[in-house]
């Protein structure tokens, strides 16, 4: 099976504070992916990697950085959370291709802002 | 940013009810994907459509490509409460890695 996993369920953070979520994939995929979860709003893309150290922006990358060393772990870094960014974080693989392929998400990271 | 709209965006039926929710954009796709979400979960991937006009069947859902690949629509038979969760649709385009998400349908089926 494949299996994406995201280091935390929850967090709480204080406005201000640098944010790590990291996130982890078993099945040697070449893209991985970052997105913010809103109610009426649908997954937003935050930023992509199609290979190690690559990376480029999304639709949503204001406040936002990443980090992908290596091939199975890509990081979303909040420099300085703000309480904008109380969202649902959801992390996906996938592997390079074509149309039918699919995305694999991770479980989640609520994080709220205060 | 190509955008793909939803609706309905909040649907609550009756179980045994039939219902048909809506992906719709102004932007072609190579591909259209419908994922399903529950509570504390991510998305899990139901279907792929690739042609325009295409018709795929999951047992009691239905899922149609527009001919012109800038809509879907998910059709569910005698919906069942475990029909019940978060319905998003996603286009890709060819070339490009990065999928374009709906703006979600949230579905509960009330026993």
């Known amino acids: 099976d494949v299996k994406v996993t995201q280091s935390s369920r929850y967090l709480v953070k204080r406005t201000g504070e640098k944010v790590f979520l990291e996130c982890v994939q078993d099945?040697?995929?070449?893209?991985m992916f970052w997105y913010r979860q809103d109610p009426g709003l649908g997954l937003r893309l935050i930023y992509f990697?199609?290979?190690?150290?690559?990376?480029e922006k999304g639709d949503i990358p204001e406040g936002y950085s990443v980090s992908r060393e290596k091939k199975e772990r890509f990081s979303l870094i909040l420099e300085s959370a703000s309480t904008n960014q109380t969202s649902m974080y959801l992390c996906a693989s996938s592997l390079e291709g074509d149309e039918n392929t699919e995305a694999f998400f991770g479980q989640g990271t609520r994080l709220t802002v205060v | 940013t190509q955008l793909l709209e939803q609706s309905p965006q909040f649907l609550s039926i009756q179980e045994g009810e039939n219902l048909t929710v809506y992906c719709n954009s102004s932007?072609?796709?190579?591909?259209l994907q419908w994922y399903r979400q529950e509570p504390g979960e991510g998305p899990v991937l139901l279907v792929t459509?690739?042609?325009?006009?295409e018709v795929k069947k999951l047992k009691r859902l239905t899922f149609q490509f527009g001919d012109a690949r800038k809509d879907s629509s998910l059709h569910i038979t005698a919906a069942q409460p475990g029909d019940t969760g978060l319905y998003l649709c996603?286009?890709?385009?060819?070339?490009?890695?990065?999928?374009?998400f709906g703006t979600g349908t949230r579905l509960t089926i009330i026993p």
């Open positions: 996603a286009g890709h385009n060819f070339g490009n890695e990065k999928l374009t």
């Open positions: 990697s199609y290979d190690v150290k690559m990376k």
């Open positions: 932007s072609v796709f190579s591909s």
């Open positions: 459509v690739v042609t325009g006009g």
């Open positions: 099945m040697d995929h070449e893209n």
